[in-house]
């Protein structure tokens, strides 16, 4: 149900925000809303009475009358019900998923991150990570320190503006070797099993978040 899905996805938004210390509904029109929340059951009346004075599409003056109300009961599980409840939900669920695209979109500018992302790990920049790898295997053919951080930064630094317009904020890397003293000899691709490069992105909540 559609339903459903929006208040997974939302649910999920809020989750995220709250986990990183933003609270989704901060303004006083949805704190207002929020203390005076709708039950199940107010809102399934709603429905019985929006129900109970629509016309119907089919004639029930021949129907027992033990059966009427059953069929009343059914327009609103299968028709009322779920558009009235789609109808209150959405701007909750609008407001939460806004909050969260706004963060990521606008103020984390993910999509940046994102085509960082891909040109490091994907090697979608093949110029600028084909140089790596060239100094990279070059100390390593040299037999000398390759797995150095100073090293790995450096050169991860000179070929981040390549084009003279840098495609990768070089200080979110984060490399880490592991067993790199055994493995500085090694002369195949296996002593770079305890390379890692991990790309970290810092969010600081701030009062204008919670606005």
């Given at each position: 149900?559609?339903?459903?899905?929006?208040?997974?996805?939302?649910?999920?938004?809020?989750g995220l925000l709250r986990a990183i210390g933003i609270e989704p509904f901060h303004d006083q029109e949805k704190l207002s809303e929020m203390r005076n929340w709708c039950s199940f059951t107010e809102l399934y009346q709603r429905c019985e009475t929006i129900a109970s004075i629509s016309p119907s599409t089919e004639s029930t003056e021949?129907?027992?009358?033990?059966?009427?109300?059953?069929?009343?009961?059914?327009?609103?599980?299968?028709d009322t019900l779920p558009?009235?409840?789609?109808?209150?939900?959405?701007?909750?669920?609008?407001?939460?998923?806004g909050k969260l695209n706004?963060?990521?979109?606008?103020?984390?500018?993910?999509?940046?991150?994102?085509?960082?992302?891909e040109g490091l790990y994907f090697m979608?920049?093949?110029?600028?990570?084909?140089?790596?790898c060239d100094k990279v295997f070059a100390k390593l053919d040299a037999h000398q320190k390759w797995h150095d951080l100073h090293f790995l930064n450096s050169v991860l630094r000179d070929v981040s503006a390549v084009d003279r317009k840098s495609w990768i904020d070089?200080?979110?890397?984060?490399?880490?070797?592991?067993?790199?003293?055994?493995?500085?000899?090694?002369?195949?691709?296996?002593?770079?099993?305890?390379?890692?490069?991990?790309?970290?992105?810092?969010?600081?909540?701030?009062?204008?978040?919670?606005n």
């Amino acid at each position: 149900m559609a339903i459903a899905e929006d208040v997974l996805r939302v649910g999920k938004a809020v989750g995220l925000l709250r986990a990183i210390g933003i609270e989704p509904f901060h303004d006083q029109e949805k704190l207002s809303e929020m203390r005076n929340w709708c039950s199940f059951t107010e809102l399934y009346q709603r429905c019985e009475t929006i129900a109970s004075i629509s016309p119907s599409t089919e004639s029930t003056e021949d129907v027992p009358t033990p059966y009427s109300d059953q069929i009343l009961h059914l327009r609103i599980v299968f028709d009322t019900l779920p558009s009235y409840l789609l109808t209150y939900l959405q701007p909750w669920c609008l407001a939460g998923q806004g909050k969260l695209n706004t963060l990521l979109f606008d103020d984390c500018a993910m999509m940046d991150h994102l085509n960082s992302i891909e040109g490091l790990y994907f090697m979608r920049r093949g110029d600028a990570m084909g140089i790596f790898c060239d100094k990279v295997f070059a100390k390593l053919d040299a037999h000398q320190k390759w797995h150095d951080l100073h090293f790995l930064n450096s050169v991860l630094r000179d070929v981040s503006a390549v084009d003279r317009k840098s495609w990768i904020d070089f200080t979110l890397v984060q490399f880490t070797v592991r067993g790199g003293r055994q493995r500085s000899n090694a002369s195949t691709v296996q002593c770079f099993e305890g390379l890692t490069a991990d790309y970290a992105v810092y969010l600081i909540p701030t009062e204008s978040h919670n606005n």
